[in-house]
């Protein structure tokens, strides 16, 4: 099943979702953010804990670029004390994200 980065982020809401998950992940994803990588269930509790259940909001999303191979979005994710604006860069493989690479700016209004 090709997965669809724009449905994806848009609904965070159904981020911990299980059939979601799998649509969207591949079984041998690797999320790597500032100095750490993540393997896809410690990614999947960080989004449980930090988005679905958690204080972090996460707000308007977009697609930079996108094609069958690669992709990159933008959000903007709200945290109790600051805003911040992230991107994200991804490998797909079978049609589903396998690589995703993280960098951030914190805003100041």
């Known amino acids: 099943m090709e997965m669809d980065l724009g449905e994806f982020l848009k609904s965070p809401q159904s981020w911990a979702n299980p059939e979601v998950i799998d649509a969207t992940f591949h079984e041998d994803f690797i999320y790597?953010?500032?100095?750490?990588?993540?393997?896809?269930?410690?990614f999947i509790q960080h989004l449980e804990t930090d988005f679905v259940n958690g204080p972090h909001v996460s707000t308007q999303g977009k697609i930079l670029y996108e094609d069958e191979k690669t992709?990159?979005?933008e959000h903007l994710v709200l945290r109790p004390v600051s805003k911040r604006k992230v991107t994200l860069v991804c490998l797909k493989k079978d049609g589903k994200i396998w690589r995703q690479m993280?960098?951030?700016?914190?805003?100041?209004?």
Do not use: K
């Open 32 to 42: 790597l953010r500032e100095t750490e990588m993540l393997t896809r269930d410690e």
């Open 71 to 73: 992709g990159a979005f």
């Open 102 to 109: 993280m960098t951030y700016e914190e805003i100041n209004d």
